[in-house]
């Protein structure tokens, strides 16, 4: 299992956490009562890129280890660095339910053919596993969507051993539409402003008519 090093913080303010080069940080859960820490930056950051939201990490305090998930990351708005962390606390002998990101790999044999383009409907699926088991995201081959008939269902996913669906097994992941080639619009016929023309050419004659009549 991952570990990160944390730190019990009482009375710190956050802006001298921050300062330091750590992260305010706190866990709960699991007949845990809120307890906020922090946590060394850059380990952080490159722990995430390992685990994500669904692989288990167990924050060591030294006297106490806590295995946990990441549950929410507060940015900073502008620089998108994170500026709080909420871990949930798990028990490891116990099934979780999480949202487990998708990675699409490989290019579809329809776009190759230019038969048609991939339409990715779903890009995470819910599953359930000890948390030891997690998957850090669940990879799907889009290679064998050939035909515009091909289609990927939730439970043609290949799960790693100990993880089960939660998703609905029905549910589409991935399909192929079909090209659709844009056609030129013919110009439309107005045929209000060809009668307002002609009214007018005709109402411009016969003023002309008018005049030359008036000057005989």
Known sequence: MLVLQATKRAGEKTDSVRASGRIPAVFYGFGKESTPVSVPSIDFIKLF?????TTAITLDLGSEKVPTLIHDIQRDPVTGEPIHVDFLVVDMN???EVSVPIEFTGLAEAEKSGIGMVMKVMHE??????PANLPHSIVVDITELITLQDVIHAKDL???????LVTNGEDVVASVSAYVEEKEEAPVLDLDAIEVEKKGKKEEEEGGEKTEESAS
Not at 125 to 130: D, G, K, P, S, Y
Not at 158 to 164: D, E, M, Y
């Open 49 to 53: 890129k390992q685990a994500g939201e």
């Open 94 to 96: 116990k099934e979780a």
């Open 158 to 164: 290949a799960l790693p051993s100990g993880v089960s």
């Open 125 to 130: 699926v819910e599953v359930r596993a000890l």
